[in-house]
């Protein structure tokens, strides 16, 4: 039986009825996403996948306790846990996170690039390059929302659930984090092609 049009919901009910093939079809759905979350936190491929596979570890135990409550926010529940565990790495540790590549991963490798030529890739990657710069010098919170919003493809309702704020103050975030770079790049005479 094919299980990938079933929804969430249903796949958790098939899951918890034994079909273990539900949950994996779960976990290709969403893993990308939650995954992608986790490491822009960390940026540690090695840790990024501890976390994730907590993330997953957390959510069977919950599922099999029954202690998840069917709303039809799978997704939602799931990037909490993700978000969760990275903080409390982070408390653990007392490090921050930084918007940065590393030699094995760069969210812009994944993004699809029209036909450019050399040139043309040479002043996108430098201009990346500046922005997760200026990312990286915002207050957390704001630099929490630019990365939520722009690089994991939240919505301000679900960085507002996640980040437990309203959506008022994530938007409020936003906007700081958006004077802030004005700012910096006025500052600093930066460029950006």
């Not at 969403?30 to 976390?51: G, N, P, Q």
Request: hydrophobic content about 40%; glycine content about 2%; proline content about 2%.
């Amino acid at each position: 039986m094919n299980l990938t049009p079933l929804t969430d919901k249903e796949l958790i009910q098939k899951y918890l009825d034994g079909n273990e093939f539900a949950f994996e079809t779960l976990l290709n759905r969403h893993k990308e996403k939650i995954y992608t979350s986790i490491y822009l936190f960390v940026k540690d491929r090695d840790l990024a996948e501890d976390i994730f596979q907590e993330v997953f570890i957390k959510i069977i135990r919950t599922l099999r306790k029954g202690k998840y409550n069917h709303e039809g926010k799978f997704l939602q529940w799931a990037m909490r846990i993700s978000y969760n565990l990275c903080v409390d790495h982070f408390r653990r540790s007392k490090r921050r996170t930084k918007v940065s590549p590393t030699e094995t991963f760069d969210i812009f490798d994944v993004l699809e690039l029209k036909d450019e030529n050399m040139e043309d890739h040479m002043i996108k990657s430098q201009t990346h390059t500046k922005v997760r710069k200026l990312v990286d010098m915002l207050p957390p919170e704001q630099r929490e929302v630019v990365i939520l919003r722009h690089y994991a493809d939240m919505s301000f309702k679900e960085i507002a659930n996640l980040t437990n704020v309203s959506i008022n103050t994530a938007l409020g975030r936003m906007r700081y984090a958006l004077i802030n770079i004005r700012k910096l790049i006025e500052e600093k005479n930066i460029v950006l092609q």
